[in-house]
């Protein structure tokens, strides 16, 4: 283990943290960089190269599969208008799976705490008038924001109390969640307009509507801040080194005088937070409104997203663009080339497959085994 | 019973006969008497649709105990296994797939079974021989499975041929209540009812059983006395994964007779509620299974009928809220021990 | 596989049993067993003696089929033998005791020594056949146990003749005991030496690994010293003796007869009482004048089983002295450690910590308090092995000022804290960025010790604080606890070692069975006296 930094603190964010002036500790920390984005870099590489197969054994060209896809994503302001929405419910979505991990906990919920977010948020937006922009739309964020806390403490508090595993528990909400924001959206937040007869809400007010600027949508702002947010506390505060005490070894926190159980509750609470505000974000400032089904499958693809960014928040940028990048040019490349888009679910899990067991990639690339972290989620139901 | 594992396992002697009843199989035991008789109670006021929400039951059970059964063999070596929904969709596809192409449901099955095993072996190669976090192991071989069925899936294709059809057992299925749900079934829920009570034996008698339970609860003890760990967990999560498989065949050409996008909806999470309620026994999973089966029963009856005016939404919670509130109280209430080394990658000093 | 006996007996005697010759072991850069040779033979017990890190295990670690040996090889009964798993040699007739007991707890007795072995009847266990077995043996050996408990609900004694009878299920003729006397009170261990006896009577050879020179001259019939990987001397109790040993496995003089205690309680068991001879330099207060710093009344705690294992205990600790917990492990030591530093919750009484009420304290208010808290397992409770050095020497202290100021961590105060405390306490680490597992198990108890010893406390609570560490670091953490008792600190010591508690306490309070049974003054009392109120006898059958 050559690189100095705690497996809770990761490598590069600690290096930059304390990097000096000199020349030498740059050095140091593009190495330091480099080597901890080896496997994650590597792991996309080979799910882009399995996936270009899966596209010439279907007899498509891989050439022109994946030029549509990357110009679909960044060809040009619109392309890059859409890759910027698409990715941020994906960085929030990775962000809640990566701050639950720092306190050892997986959260597989973040589908539920997102839809009950997006929900409450759209109920919030559409259902006040009159209220000007300042208050109404910090207000609708807020009780998104809440609504998801809610849901993830519910996974973290029964944790805490019975002991019940979170990723059940987790699951199942998710489950909850679809089905109770179905019903609203289908009830009584239909909207009656017309003739509709979709389970979606109405249009938000404009004085809920998060503004986009050219494009880059203000949304997407909000989620480069929650990282950086999330880095903070994570690194710099008493309660971020509470979390990941409780992470690292559960045993010593408790010693550490540290409460187990109410980080565990306050943990899921500040991860279904920041799913929570991906999905206002996501209602607020790209559908304009709740849509029953939406985001289907987004609390997955933050699990990808955190561990292709090994857990740290500001890395979790870059794998949210990667990921928002494939997801906004696959209508390009369905378009062009006729690639079913399915084929970005593929590569994802490929993805994640390859980054879960690096041992795979290490052996594949010859890579030395530079730094052996390991993600470990501890065990069993029961406790 | 609270501290223990399964009080099979320390040898039925006088002390553990002489303790009495627990206040848990006084509280199962009151439970089935109710439930017996609430069942004759509706069968007395309507026969039809309690005979219809009793094969229900039964139909939602059969799946969910072939993945609590594929759990609980994980669990018992050592392994959690979080990827039965995968397990589930996969096999249920290639089921459907190769039945609808050679126009056998016989090859169908075969083939999600097959499909099974394939996906146990990947889960024990990634968490038994690459260590890697069991969960997130698990996790990648649900995405991988919703990614792949998605992408492989055609709308066009049709099973081309009738689903499995029921079986009636001779005069067993005339007997009155359980007669229709139990002995009237296709052939896949004989297999499954079978299945638990051979593997019940096997995991509590047999010396399989035991070796199972040994690299579960300390591996290392196992290794001193010659038992090969890794290649044991590797067995039996790659067969436990068989029986998965064998669920995904049932979902698919059994249970609906067609394979749609993420159609597994969930039941192989409800599984390992289902393990875990059943104290990661063949007898006590099928019994939970029974119990989460009835409330997805429940829901199709509600949806039919009108005399509640229940939202579908709700009743389709149901099963999730009820599995919320058995983990926590499982919790709560003589916490259950977990296998001592679940969870842990074994390493070969 | 019949009778373990009646097959030794049958087969032609080979001249040796059980042999390494040259063996070598490397883990990474560390060389754990340098050209070692051993040799057993039929009837005679070979004690392997060596402090914590000599090699011991790693040698029968390579001999049992463990480890594989870099370079050497190993003989069992006159043949080289290549051991690619345990169960090579277990099926030529070596039985391993191991230290932390290799059995599977809920399982039942007939069940743990048959498995891997069972006889079976169509796929399933011969649960009949199994029993009658494992009785039969127990019967041959006396070595007596319920066949049908859990393991798990037997005393740990108990746990050690199922190990045993699992060895001699196997037929086996060599039987490796590793530390096997470690759990084990003086009396215990007198009889687990003559049941040993008995096996070498019936033609077992026996590996006896220790650090207990007593034993070693009690019991074996050759002796081998290792130190640093390498065999440091060859020899038999006639012809050495118990300082000449502590020297070789040291490798300098040591005072064994510094201590307080007549040498004709022989009772310097180790090697490691080296540092005792401070213990006489008394506080010049005697400790009845001082005010009572640690009030236990009536505590009760239960174990992880919910079985009661603290029983209505009582026990006072004053200032400027230490009190010494004796007590054979597993005697509700850990639970009353755990209950008065927050971290189990007491079933009942109190715990008063300088006039204050303590009782269910959480561990935060224990530490605000002003306790200080050496936790018996370093790697669970002590340090968070991922975190640096610097982060470990703030753990229970990180929210303190001038660690943090307003929510915020100041890395810059931890790590020059960090810098004190590895200077101070002799910590040896490159830097205070390196995560603690890199350290050595001595150096981690030291961050530990330098960490407790950094703020004001009042109360030393010293769980196993030299458990598994080297000689050098066990004098410097004894040194660093009688300084502290000599500025007023209260001490509670618990440790599993005797000769730890008699070196340091100024009273020792003896526990048995979840409660205090006698507390005695360590400059009077002898070792056995103390060893039977450990076992359960009566004081007053104990005294005079």
């Known amino acids: 283990m050559s690189v100095p930094a705690g497996p809770q603190a990761p490598a590069e964010t600690d290096a930059a943290g304390r990097a000096g002036s000199t020349d030498d500790s740059r050095r140091t920390l593009t190495r330091t960089v480099l080597r901890a984005a080896a496997v994650p870099l590597a792991s996309v590489a080979l799910g882009l190269v399995l996936g270009a197969v899966l596209i010439a054994v279907q007899g498509h060209s891989v050439l022109s599969a994946y030029s549509a896809l990357v110009l679909g994503g960044a060809g040009d302001a619109d392309a890059l208008l859409r890759t910027l929405q698409k990715a941020t419910p994906l960085v929030f979505g990775g962000l809640a799976v990566a701050f639950a991990f720092k306190a050892g906990l997986f959260n597989i919920g973040g589908q539920g705490q997102l839809l009950v977010g997006a929900a409450f948020a759209a109920g919030v937006g559409f259902g006040l008038e009159g209220v000007p922009l300042v208050v109404h739309l910090p207000l609708a964020l807020l009780v998104g924001a809440a609504a998801g806390a809610v849901w993830g403490a519910i996974a973290g508090v029964l944790k805490a109390t019975s002991g019940a595993h979170e990723v059940i528990v987790t699951i199942m909400l998710n489950f909850v969640a679809g089905n109770l924001t179905d019903w609203l959206a289908a009830n009584p937040w239909q909207d009656r307009s017309g003739s509709n007869i979709i389970a979606r809400t109405p249009l938000v007010e404009p004085s809920a509507e998060i503004p986009t600027w050219g494009w880059l949508p203000a949304g997407f702002v909000l989620a480069v801040l929650a990282a950086v947010a999330c880095w903070f506390v994570l690194e710099r505060t008493t309660y971020g080194f509470e979390v990941r005490s409780v992470g690292a070894n559960r045993h010593a926190a408790h010693y550490a005088g540290i409460s187990v159980g109410w980080i565990m509750a306050s943990t899921m609470a500040v991860a279904g937070l920041l799913a929570g505000l991906g999905g206002a974000i996501e209602s607020l400032g790209v559908d304009g409104r709740f849509e029953a089904g939406v985001n289907v499958g987004l609390g997955f693809e933050g699990i990808t997203i955190a561990l292709l960014a090994r857990t740290n928040p500001i890395a979790v940028i870059p794998a949210g663009l990667l990921v928002g990048l494939m997801e906004a040019g696959a209508a390009k490349m369905q378009f062009e080339s006729g690639v079913a888009p399915e084929i970005i679910d593929v590569i994802q899990a490929l993805i994640l497959l390859f980054v879960a067991a690096p041992l795979i990639v290490r052996w594949l690339l010859r890579l030395r085994d530079t730094d052996d972290r390991r993600l470990t989620l501890g065990a069993g139901w029961g406790r | ?349 | ?544």
């Open chain 2, 1 to 349: 019973m609270t501290a223990r594992a399964g009080p099979d396992l320390a040898a039925a002697s006088g002390n553990a006969g002489m303790r009495g009843w627990s206040p848990q199989r006084v509280w199962s035991v009151a439970g089935a008497v109710v439930l017996v008789a609430l069942v004759w109670g509706f069968y007395a006021w309507d026969g039809a649709q309690t005979t219809a929400v009793l094969g229900g039951t039964v139909r939602a059970a059969t799946l969910l105990v072939l993945g609590a059964m594929c759990g609980m063999i994980g669990e018992r070596s050592g392994i959690v296994n979080i990827g039965i929904e995968g397990q589930f969709l996969m096999s249920a596809f290639t089921a459907f797939t190769v039945a609808s192409m050679s126009g056998s449901l016989f090859l169908g099955v075969v083939a999600g079974v097959s499909t099974g095993l394939a996906m146990g072996w990947m889960l024990a190669a990634m968490s038994v021989g690459l260590r890697t976090d069991q969960i997130i192991a698990g996790t990648v071989l649900n995405i991988a499975a919703l990614g792949l069925t998605s992408f492989f899936y055609d709308r066009g294709r049709s099973l081309g041929q009738p689903k499995y059809q029921s079986i009636e057992l001779g005069p067993l299925a005339d007997l009155p209540v359980v007669g229709t749900a139990l002995f009237n079934r296709p052939p896949l829920t004989y297999l499954a009812l079978v299945l638990v009570v051979v593997l019940h034996v096997l995991l509590l008698r047999s010396v399989w059983g035991m070796r199972t339970t040994a690299i579960g609860e300390h591996p290392g003890a196992a290794a001193t006395v010659g038992i090969d760990v890794i290649r044991l967990r590797y067995w039996n999560v790659t067969l436990a994964g068989g029986l998965a498989g064998l669920g995904g065949a049932y979902l698919a050409l059994e249970s609906v007779g067609t394979f749609t996008r993420a159609m597994s909806g969930g039941r192989g999470f409800l599984a390992l509620a289902v393990m875990i309620f059943g104290r990661r026994t063949p007898l006590g999973a099928y019994a939970a299974a029974l119990f989460f089966g009835f409330t997805t029963a429940l829901q199709g009856q509600f949806q039919l009928n009108d005399t509640f005016d229940i939202p579908a939404q709700f009743v389709g919670m149901l099963p999730f809220v009820v599995t919320i509130i058995v983990v926590a109280a499982a919790g709560l209430f003589g916490r259950m021990r977990d296998p001592a080394a679940l969870g842990q990658p074994y390493e070969v000093r």
């Open chain 3, 1 to 544: 596989m019949v009778a373990a006996a009646e097959t030794v007996a049958a087969q032609a005697e080979p001249e040796v049993l059980l042999a390494g010759h040259g063996i070598t072991k490397r883990f990474g850069p560390v060389v754990a067993n340098d050209d070692v040779s051993v040799e057993l033979r039929p009837g005679r017990i070979l004690a392997l003696l060596g402090e914590n890190g000599a090699g011991k295990s790693t040698l029968v670690n390579v001999l049992f089929g463990l480890h594989r040996p870099d370079a050497g090889q190993v003989v069992i009964a006159d043949e080289h033998v290549e051991l690619s798993s345990p169960h090579d040699a277990i099926a030529r007739g070596v039985g391993m005791v191991h230290q932390h007991f290799q059995l599977v707890p809920p399982m039942s007795v007939v069940r743990n020594i048959v498995l891997g072995a069972e006889p079976r009847k169509l796929g399933m266990i011969d649960v009949a056949q199994a029993r009658r077995r494992v009785m039969d043996l127990a019967d041959r050996f006396g070595l007596h146990v319920d066949p049908d408990a859990a393991v798990e609900d037997l005393p740990v004694g108990a746990q050690q003749r199922v190990e045993i009878l699992k060895a001699l299920y196997r037929d086996a003729r060599v039987l490796i005991a590793d530390e096997p006397t470690a759990v084990l009170t003086p009396q215990e261990t007198d009889h687990l030496l003559d049941v040993l006896r008995g096996l070498t009577d019936q033609g077992v050879g026996i590996v006896f690994i220790t650090h207990k020179l007593r034993e070693v001259m009690a019991a074996a019939d050759d002796i081998v010293v290792l130190r640093e990987g390498r065999v440091v001397g060859t020899t038999t109790p006639a012809q050495t003796s118990e300082a000449a040993l502590a020297e070789l496995m040291v490798g300098r003089a040591v005072d064994l007869h510094g201590d307080r205690f007549e040498s004709g309680a022989t009772g310097v068991g180790s090697a490691v009482s080296t540092a005792a001879a401070y213990s006489d330099e008394k506080p010049a207060a005697e400790a009845g004048e001082l005010p009572v710093v640690l009030d236990i009344a009536g505590l009760c705690a239960d174990d992880d089983r919910g079985q009661r294992a603290v029983d209505e205990l009582s026990l006072a600790v004053r200032a400027g002295e230490i009190v010494g917990v004796a007590g054979v492990e597993g005697n509700g030591q850990r639970e009353l450690v755990e209950a008065i530093t927050g971290l189990r919750h007491a079933t009942a009484g109190t715990v008063s910590i300088s006039d204050r009420d303590a009782s269910g304290a959480r561990p935060r208010q224990v530490t605000v308090i002003g306790v200080g808290h050496i936790p018996e397992d370093r790697a669970k409770h002590g340090l968070i092995g991922s975190y640096s050095v610097a982060d470990n020497s703030v753990l229970n202290r990180y929210f303190k000022r001038p660690f943090a100021a307003g929510g915020m961590l100041r890395r810059d105060r931890i790590d020059s804290h960090a810098r004190d405390v590895v200077a101070t306490f002799d910590v040896r680490t490159p830097d205070v960025e390196s995560p603690a597992d890199s350290l050595s198990g001595g150096n981690k108890q030291k961050l530990i010790v330098g960490r407790e010893f950094s703020d004001e406390i009042d109360l030393l609570i010293a769980a196993q604080p030299t458990r598994g560490i080297d000689i050098g670091a066990i004098e410097f953490i004894w040194r660093r606890i009688r300084e502290r008792r000599d500025e007023g600190t209260a001490v509670l010591l618990v440790s599993a070692e005797l000769d730890e508690v008699l070196a340091l306490s100024d009273r020792v309070a003896v526990m048995y069975e979840g409660r205090i049974v006698a507390t005695v003054d360590p400059r009077t009392a002898t070792r056995e006296e103390i060893g039977l109120l450990m076992a359960g006898a009566a004081p007053a059958e104990v005294g005079s």
